[in-house]
Every structure is written in C-alpha cells, then in structure tokens.
C-alpha cells in the first residue's frame, strides 16, 4: 500500500474496495458469494474481524473494516483475499457448469503474470484503497456509498432490496453477516 492508502490505526474502522482482476463478474453466482461470505464470517470469528457496513456487487466488494485487535487490520485483509482467490480459483477450474472458466481463467493468468509478486494467477487486484472512517461526516457518506451501489448500478430499487450487503442491518432487519453498527 501506498503511504496515502494505509491503515495507520487499529482503533480506526477504515473503508476498502476488493476488486476483481479485469472486473470479472465473478459474483453473479451464488458458489462464489459463499465463499466470499464464508471466509469473512471465518475472519470474524477467529481473527478479530469487525464489519461496520458491507455490499458484495457482481466484480468488487465495498466494506467498512475494523479489528478487536486479535490480528492486526492489514493481516487479516491479505488472509481474506488470499484465502478467497485460492478457493475461488479452485471452484471455477473444478466446476463443470462454470461456461465461463476458460475466459475467467485467461484473464487471471495473464493479470497473474504481470506482477512479480504472483507465481501465476491473480484473482483480486492489488490495491485496496483504505480510506480512514475518522469522523461521523465520512462515515455515514461511506456507509450511504456501500448500501446505494445496487441502486446506483440499477439493480434494486431500494437498498434493503439488495441480499448481500448490510443495508438491511441498518433498517432493524437482519443481514447475512453480522456487523458492528457505526451511527
């Protein structure tokens, strides 16, 4: 990470983006998102996760993050990805149904190759961006961002129509994960 895009404090909630490489919409099927939502419910549970706000789009993820000081931040965010990419990976070369597991997998390779800190597959891009959640006036205008993406896209028309994200937390219903509330 870029000295602008740190996470300087473990007190501190901050908001990150995990991109697919090539924006690949992976997430269109449900396998995928549950192994995505089975590996964060898994950080929370025994890394000290803590999830202020979250939406899963087709091709990225939005979050507000935290720790209970159990790992620190960065540890847990290079856990969650590793562990999705390579289980993600394993999912589409394995599955018969997957139509587009030739295209996916080029594109992977190839962003795979092109970095040298990859032996020959990339799943999500490198940066994550963490954006410090310091005051109230960030906060709510990140957490408004995250729950609006589906509308914004066009997918829904409210942000509760949208499964996976935790708008619905926000609106006493509950979500698939759980979060910690930030206002």
Excluded at 58 to 78: C, D, K, Y
Excluded at 148 to 158: M, S
Excluded at 159 to 170: C, G, Q, V
Aim: charged share 25%; glycine share 6%.
């Amino acid at each position: 990470m870029g000295r602008k895009y740190a996470i300087r404090n473990q007190e501190e909630f901050y908001f990150v983006t995990f991109t697919v490489v090539g924006w690949i919409d992976v997430f269109v099927r449900q396998e995928y998102r549950n192994i995505l939502l089975d590996s964060i419910k898994y950080c929370q549970q025994e890394k000290g996760l803590l999830i202020g706000a979250w939406c899963i789009m087709t091709s990225h993820m939005h979050m507000a993050i935290g720790t209970n000081g159990q790992m620190p931040l960065e540890h847990i965010v290079r856990d969650l990805k590793s562990y999705t990419a390579r289980h993600i990976r394993k999912y589409i070369e394995a599955s018969p149904y997957e139509s587009r597991k030739e295209w996916m997998m080029t594109i992977m390779k190839q962003a795979g190759e092109q970095k040298s800190n990859n032996k020959d597959f990339q799943f999500w891009q490198q940066h994550n961006h963490p954006i410090g959640l310091s005051d109230i006036t960030i906060t709510k205008q990140r957490v408004d961002y995250i729950h609006n993406n589906p509308v914004t896209a066009g997918f829904v028309d409210k942000p509760t129509d949208w499964l996976f994200s935790s708008a619905r937390d926000y609106e006493d219903e509950k979500g698939l994960l759980e979060i910690e509330f930030l206002y």
